[in-house]
């Protein structure tokens, strides 16, 4: 099983339509959770992070976090074409100086 | 803020000789800096972990040999690729974490080599 687990798609959804991505992590000690964006060919940019369960909302993002179903999601509102793009899950299970685990990523593609 | 660059953004070589990638962060002081690697259409998987002033702790399966890391300052890390190989061609990337600032890690643009 691993560590972190993402359906590697492609999602396709259609422009201003909701986007949602979806994450399973197996180490139920993690404690903090990030979604990255990765272009093709470029280093992944830090969207969101999210530390309780719930809802965390960043403009048209939004990360749920469940740790009893040791699941994290995030939700891309008014998807555009901007943001096709590799979504990555990642956890960590310690403090800010401990390492980050990822998954295989989600490509994303917003259709005109 | 939070800016980290890298240095080359790409390098081509050819098969034995060594290759240095250099990781700053602009604005702000890491103690601690990741290095990463990203083959094509997989996830980036963890290198090692660099700590100024101390030695870096590798991950499980990463010669520490091969991939000689530095952390001589709070704004600059090294990785040294030595005696490299086609199959250590990849996409290099760095991060560092912000002590000030919630210590969330910030990505390099990264580096691709390629080894002949």
């Known amino acids: 099983q691993k560590e972190v687990e993402q359906n590697s798609g492609p999602l396709s959804v259609p422009e201003g339509a909701i986007a949602s991505l979806n994450c399973t992590y197996s180490?139920?000690?993690?404690?903090?959770f990030f979604w990255y964006r990765q272009y093709s060919g470029k280093s992944p940019e830090l969207i969101m992070f999210?530390?309780?369960?719930g809802d965390k909302e960043d403009g048209r993002f939004t990360a749920q976090l469940n740790k009893a179903s040791q699941y994290v999601s995030l939700l891309i509102r008014d998807s555009q074409p901007s943001d096709s793009a590799t979504y990555l899950c990642?956890?960590?299970?310690?403090?800010?100086?401990?390492?980050?685990?990822f998954g295989t990523g989600t490509r994303l593609q917003v259709t005109l | 803020g939070a800016v980290v660059s890298q240095h080359p953004s790409w390098v081509i070589c050819k098969s034995g000789t060594s290759v240095k990638i250099e990781c700053r962060s602009l604005d702000f002081q890491a103690t601690t800096m990741f290095w990463y690697r990203q083959f094509p259409k997989q996830s980036l998987m963890l290198m090692a972990t660099?700590?100024?002033?101390?030695?870096?702790?590798?991950e499980q399966g990463v010669e520490k040999d091969k991939f000689l890391i530095n952390h001589a300052s709070l704004t600059l890390s090294t990785l040294t690729v030595t005696s490299a190989h086609p199959e250590d061609s990849s996409f290099y990337i760095c991060?560092?974490?912000?002590?000030?600032?919630?210590?969330?890690?910030?990505f390099g643009p990264g580096t691709r080599l390629t080894v002949l």
């Open positions: 991060s560092a974490r912000d002590s000030a600032r919630e210590g969330e890690q910030f």
């Open positions: 180490d139920r000690g993690s404690q903090s």
């Open positions: 999210i530390y309780s369960n």
């Open positions: 990642a956890v960590r299970r310690g403090g800010t100086a401990s390492k980050l685990t």
């Open positions: 660099s700590n100024e002033g101390s030695k870096a702790t590798y």
